[in-house]
T-cell receptor, first 117, second 106 residues
Framework: GAVVSQHPSWVIRKSGTSVKIECRSLDFQATTMFWYRQFPKQSLMLMATSNEGSKATYEQGVEKDKFLINHASLTLSTLTVTSAHPEDSSFYIC?????????????FGEGSRLTVL | GIQVEQSPPDLILQEGANSTLRCNFSDSVNNLQWFHQNPWGQLINLFYIPSGTKQNGRLSATTVATERYSLLYISSSQTTDSGVYFCAVMGGKLIFGQGTELSVKP
């Protein structure tokens, strides 16, 4: 299957600092990528849809000024958590579809576990 | 939006047993996928199955799109099958069910 790589896998930050998470499609191009957040023992919740060359689309209740998304190229999307606080501690996962327009089979990165102290 | 319901929420099996996991969804969808989330959080693609039946080793899946449900069958379960199984449907965006947490005992 297609490969999506996410970095870093683990990150610890002090409260008030920012962290950038990268998501790369290694063997295919992705005009669209999706960012999810997962709290312990819960399902994955879609945060936003990242679109190459245009602004991201955020789900209701997700603060766009706090979770900055940049889809810099056809193989890279980044999520920056700004001024992180302990309640932002979570598992963040990105995904990309192998077909254009957001359709087709989705493959997921390894996830990034953020801990904010 | 589309609602996705999975059942059962939890399942405990003895090694070697068979099981069926169910996924109901509330509206027409473009695709449906089954995933296994391992203990490290990685989502492993099991099936991409908008309709019909597919098999991969001890696992198989059937989606009846007209009746808005999908089934995941696990035969001769092994301890390594333990983890959370998610169903996710695409209706513009991929929406996940709440998952079934499977525990296979030796």
């Amino acid at each position: 299957g297609a490969v999506v790589s996410q970095h870093p896998s683990w990150v610890i930050r002090k409260s008030g600092t920012s962290v950038k998470i990268e998501c790369r499609s290694l063997d295919f191009q992705a005009t669209t990528m999706f960012w999810y957040r997962q709290f312990p023992k819960q399902s994955l919740m879609l945060m936003a849809t990242s679109n190459e060359g245009s602004k991201a689309t955020y789900e209701q209740g997700v603060e766009k000024d706090k979770f900055l998304i940049n889809h810099a190229s056809l193989t890279l999307s980044t999520l920056t958590v700004t001024s992180a606080h302990p309640e932002d501690s979570s598992f963040y996962i990105c995904s990309a579809p192998t077909s254009g327009g957001g359709t087709g089979e989705l493959f997921f990165g390894e996830g990034s576990r953020l801990t904010v102290l | 939006g589309i609602q996705v319901e999975q059942s059962p929420p939890d399942l405990i099996l003895q090694e070697g047993a068979n099981s069926t996991l169910r996924c109901n969804f509330s509206d027409s969808v473009n695709n449906l996928q089954w995933f296994h989330q391992n203990p490290w959080g990685q989502l492993i693609n099991l099936f991409y199955i908008p309709s019909g039946t597919k098999q991969n080793g001890r696992l198989s899946a059937t989606t009846v799109a007209t009746e808005r449900y999908s089934l995941l069958y696990i035969s001769s379960s092994q301890t390594t099958d333990s983890g959370v199984y998610f169903c996710a449907v695409m209706g513009g965006k991929l929406i996940f069910g709440q998952g079934t947490e499977l525990s296979v005992k030796p």
